[in-house]
């Protein structure tokens, strides 16, 4: 079974007194274990996409299963319990707490989730070890360079095991030697069976994927298999 199935998916925004068709009938499977990056001009649809696939939006119209369960008609609670359990999420500006060490940003998922205060420090720990920052923990955001608050919050994506981790312009704020780290990790990641999926306008960034989605117009125009440019390594030798 795909760990992301969905079919004929649409969403429409009204502009005014315009109807703008953000998807217009998408559907796509997603295999565990994938790396596959979106990409399209402005407008296309793929933020929208990555929306519906993080369960921060609806569709107007279609289906949707993560993991065999059909999302799109949960109720809101639902839905944050399945954001929480089965999807890490990574953000172009990190979304990092500014006055929070590494450590307790990375806990965060865990305190919505309520899992004790001994067991989030040592899971929280352990993800920053993973993304090569166990020396880093008592940190805060402006203490750490780019490339390292972009790791933190790969962290905090990792710290309740998801299933998939969905990036959104995850290099946008970096420049391009830590943007190649923060992919490397992401490869590494991904090697060790996370699904990623990643919205980029970069080629460079696209090419570290095993697919690549192309949308115009709410549709998806191009799905090609590639081979990665790059080869993963451990977040330790990217620290």
């Not at 899992?115 to 090569?132: D, F, W």
Request: hydrophobic share 45%.
């Amino acid at each position: 079974m795909a760990l992301i199935e969905a079919r004929a998916l649409t969403k429409t925004y009204a502009m005014g007194d315009e109807a703008v068709h953000a998807l217009a009938g998408v559907s796509l499977d997603i295999e565990a274990g994938d790396f596959i990056a979106i990409m399209g001009a402005s407008g296309s649809g793929k933020s929208t996409l990555m929306n519906i696939l993080g369960c921060l939006d609806r569709p107007d119209s279609g289906h949707y299963q993560l993991a065999g369960e059909a999302v799109e008609s949960l109720d809101g609670d639902a839905l944050a319990r399945v954001r929480n359990r089965r999807i890490g999420f990574v953000f172009q500006q990190f979304n990092l707490l500014p006055r929070t060490s590494a450590l307790e940003n990375v806990e965060l998922p865990m305190v919505y989730a309520g899992v004790p205060t001994a067991e989030r420090q040592r899971r929280a720990r352990a993800a920053l070890e993973r993304v090569g920052l166990g020396q880093r923990v008592a940190h805060t955001p402006a203490e750490l360079s780019g490339g390292q608050q972009q790791r933190v919050a790969i962290a905090r994506a990792l710290v309740n095991e998801p299933s998939l981790i969905l990036a959104d312009e995850p290099t946008g704020a970096l420049d391009s030697h830590t943007s190649e780290e923060v992919m490397r990790l992401l490869a590494e990641l991904n090697a060790q069976g996370i699904t990623v999926v990643l919205v980029t306008h970069e080629p460079d960034v696209a090419a570290w994927a095993k697919r690549r989605l192309t949308f115009r117009d709410g549709q998806v125009v191009e799905d090609v298999r590639q081979t990665p440019s790059h080869t993963a390594q451990s977040p330790a030798e990217a620290a």
